[in-house]
């Protein structure tokens, strides 16, 4: 059986923003526990208003949920429980994106923050055995001067962040307004990774890569609109981190059987399947790879490869990649 398979393949998740995971019980149980009134009293009402028209409704709403979280013991028990569920799919490394901005404003200090989600990896590490990285990411809608504010609170954990990223609201805030907090990151050792081509122009996928100079693109669809861009993307090898169950909950992509990913894959790019905000989009890691392969046609070639491709797509340094890849290759599935 192929849902078997997929589910027992060893694999990477790596776009994920942390705040996206909260599910609906978890989110009621904060607000409960820090005292905080919210428009939802049941689990049905919660899921009830997440219908989404598009990326800037669901920032709204996803925001709203981030007020939940107050101090580090709640960054703690999200981050805890994305790594408990994701690790009973057989991810055995994660990359997440955290945000300091949203939480900045309302005088929540990264160290909190830190506090709470890097203990929350400690324990995964020697409770389970997953690893997990952390990307910090920029809001870009609040622009490139905070951007570079928020670089340097997040040098104050260099030991702890591998990279950074560029997400929220992608229409009429392009890469290359970022272009100087990018390279200042780059400077400093940061990985780099933008959001890119989700909604916006395949021209914000050529200007992350050409300007930002990024290591992967999160999303990357609209890519496939220039020809000479998805020739690029091949020859380097640049990763996509695609999300379809993301992509139909926002209205990027009309149906899952319309998705580019089977095409990206069969052209040589490389694409792995990532779940972006799994509480609010219909699912994990595994749920979006079983849709896909459903609706695609996807056969066990393609789920090796994409499992594969998740490994070769992170950050990790190349003889953990190497081992990731061995495990693969003698599993038995
Ligand atoms: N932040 C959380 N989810 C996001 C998405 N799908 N696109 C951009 N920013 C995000
Ligand atoms: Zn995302």
């Given at each position: ?6 589910e027992?393949i ?56 981030t007020?939940?979280?107050?101090k ?9 429980a994305?790594?408990s ?73 260099k ?8 997400a929220?609201?992608e ?48 999303h ?12 690029d ?57 079983i ?24 950050f ?18």
């Amino acid at each position: 059986m192929i849902k078997e398979f997929i589910e027992k393949i060893p694999k990477a998740e790596l776009h994920i923003h942390l705040e996206g995971s909260i599910e609906p019980e978890m989110l009621l149980t904060l607000a409960e526990r820090n005292k905080l009134r919210l428009k939802y009293n049941t689990i049905d009402e919660v899921k009830g208003a997440y219908k989404f028209k598009d990326l800037r409704d669901f920032l709204y709403i996803y925001t709203q949920g981030t007020r939940v979280l107050k101090k580090a013991e709640d960054f703690y028990d999200i981050t805890k429980a994305y790594l408990s569920k994701v690790y009973s799919q057989n991810v055995l490394h994660a990359e997440i994106f955290i945000d300091f901005q949203t939480y900045s404003k309302r005088g929540i200090a990264s160290e909190m923050i830190m506090d709470g989600v890097v203990s929350a990896i400690k324990g995964a590490k020697s409770d389970l055995g997953i690893s997990t990285y952390l990307i910090l990411a920029f809001l870009r809608h609040l622009g490139a001067k905070e951007a570079m504010k928020t670089l340097q609170e997040g040098l104050k954990y260099k030991d702890k962040i591998i990279g950074v990223g560029l997400a929220s609201t992608e229409l009429g805030f392009p890469p290359e307004l970022f272009e100087e907090v990018f390279e200042e990151a780059r400077k400093a050792g940061f990985k780099t990774t933008a959001h890119a081509g989700e909604e916006g122009p395949a021209e914000y996928v050529r200007n992350s890569i050409d300007i930002l100079k990024v290591d992967r693109v999160d999303h990357g669809n609209r890519a496939m609109d220039d020809p000479e861009l998805v020739k690029d993307i091949v020859k380097k090898q640049i990763p996509l981190t695609l999300c379809p169950l993301s992509n139909i909950a926002l209205g990027n992509v009309k149906s899952l059987e319309s998705h580019t990913l089977k095409k990206k894959l069969d052209m040589g790019m490389l694409v792995s399947v990532n779940s972006d905000d799994p509480a609010y989009f219909g699912g994990y890691v595994n749920e979006n790879l079983i849709a896909v392969q459903k609706a695609l046609a996807l056969d066990a070639i393609d789920i090796v490869k994409l499992a594969k491709n998740s490994f070769v797509s992170s950050f990790l340094p190349k003889e953990k990649k190497e081992y990731f890849l061995d495990l693969i290759n003698a599993a038995e599935l």
